[in-house]
């Protein structure tokens, strides 16, 4: 089935420093890619959706500056979580579709789980 | 605009026991549904879909309905094993192109099996 590789799996470091996330479609071309963040016993709460080749759409009161998407490539869109700080510790999922018409479903990565000291 | 909503956990039962996690949605379409589970510590992993009205989708044992007069998908599995234990997310997908097909998910379920 549909693979998606989310890397790293965890990242701890100090406040101030940026950190980079990437997501890769293994077995299939994602032309929409999805970044999410989930707190503690929470849902997901999406953050933007970024298509090939074009700006991220960003969510209401998601910082485009702070949280910096690109895909580049039918397979890889990348986080960049800039100067980061505590408040930014959380689990960051990411999820791709593929464009086979209509009805594909999003398929998720294993998440990262980051922490900011 | 679109929503779902889920029943609330957490919800613990012994092995063998009956299943059901009650979802319902509000949608300005015919969205797709979805059930995805996620496992301690993971990302999620698609439990099943469906993508029209009184389609049933099924794996693994689960199975669920998609029912427009009730605008509900109710996931349900006949004999729940520990290695179920996860929490359980129902979702829709807006299928307007303009969404990019973005989904909206339940809050979730977190479901306990013991043995």
């Known amino acids: 089935g549909a693979v998606v590789s989310q890397h790293p799996s965890r990242v701890i470091c100090k406040s101030g420093t940026s950190v980079k996330i990437e997501c890769r479609s293994l077995?299939?071309?994602?032309?929409?890619m999805f970044w999410y963040r989930q707190f503690p016993k929470q849902s997901l709460m999406l953050m933007a959706t970024?298509?090939?080749?074009?700006?991220?759409?960003?969510e209401q009161g998601v910082e485009k500056d702070k949280f910096l998407i690109n895909h580049a490539s039918l397979t890889l869109s990348t986080l960049t979580v800039t100067s980061a700080h505590p408040e930014d510790s959380s689990f960051y999922i990411c999820?791709?579709?593929?464009?086979?018409?209509?009805?594909?479903?999003?398929?998720f990565g294993d998440g990262t789980r980051l922490s900011i000291l | 605009g679109d929503s779902v909503t889920q029943m609330e956990g957490p919800v613990t039962l012994s092995e063998e026991a009956f299943l059901t996690i009650n979802c319902t949605y509000t949608?300005?379409?015919?969205?797709?549904l979805f059930w995805y589970v996620q496992y301690p510590g993971e990302g999620l992993q698609l439990l099943l879909k469906a993508t029209k009205a009184d389609d049933k989708g099924s794996n693994k044992g689960f199975e669920a309905t998609y029912r427009k007069e009730t605008t509900s998908f109710h996931l349900e599995k006949g004999s729940v094993q520990v290695s179920d234990s996860a929490v359980y997310f129902c979702?829709?997908?807006?299928?307007?192109?303009?969404?990019?097909?973005?989904?909206?998910f339940g809050k979730g379920t977190l479901l306990t099996v013991n043995p």
């Open positions: 979702a829709l997908s807006d299928l307007s192109g303009g969404s990019n097909y973005k989904l909206t």
């Open positions: 999820s791709a579709r593929g464009n086979r018409g209509s009805n594909q479903p999003q398929h």
């Open positions: 077995d299939f071309q994602a032309t929409t």
């Open positions: 970024s298509n090939e080749g074009s700006k991220a759409t960003y």
């Open positions: 949608a300005t379409g015919y969205p797709s």
